[in-house]
């Protein structure tokens, strides 16, 4: 699949005005904000996205903790690791990371940061 066609999950801690940007590009996206799932524990979140077939969507190194190092099961994770994560800085990283010809597949965690975009793909670990 492409980044294009992901379905996401929306950490807490993405800006509103980065969902509507999303959403306006086709993504579908659930905004744990718009679910009233404010202070959910992160496991909890990684669990319903991996439950909906959902990348969660996150300023929050912790996904990637339990992903990788705790082993918790998870769809996938976009680690938006920013230096500005005002939300104008955060549409214009996405957009150039949907313009991107990469297929992903689950169990991927993709870390983006100004320069680049690391992805880690399931058969990596």
């Known amino acids: 699949m492409k980044f294009s066609s992901l379905k996401l999950l929306a950490d807490e801690n993405v800006s509103s005005k980065v969902v ?36 969660i969507l996150t300023h929050d190194s912790d996904f990637g903790t339990l992903a990788i190092h705790q082993g918790k099961k998870f769809f996938g994770v976009i680690f938006l690791r920013l230096k500005i994560v005002n939300p104008r800085n955060v549409m214009n990283v996405c957009a150039k990371l949907l313009s991107l010809d ?24």
Do not use: C, H, M
């Not at 992903?104 to 058969?123: A, G, H, L, Q, Y």
């Open 102 to 125: 990469v297929e992903i597949s689950p169990e991927t965690i993709v870390v983006v940061e100004d320069t680049r975009v690391r992805i880690k793909f399931p058969n990596s670990k």
């Open 20 to 55: 509507s940007f999303l959403r306006e590009y086709g993504i579908d996206v659930l905004d744990t904000k718009e679910q009233k799932w404010f202070g959910k524990e992160d496991e909890e979140l990684l669990s319903i996205a991996n439950s909906e077939k959902r990348f």
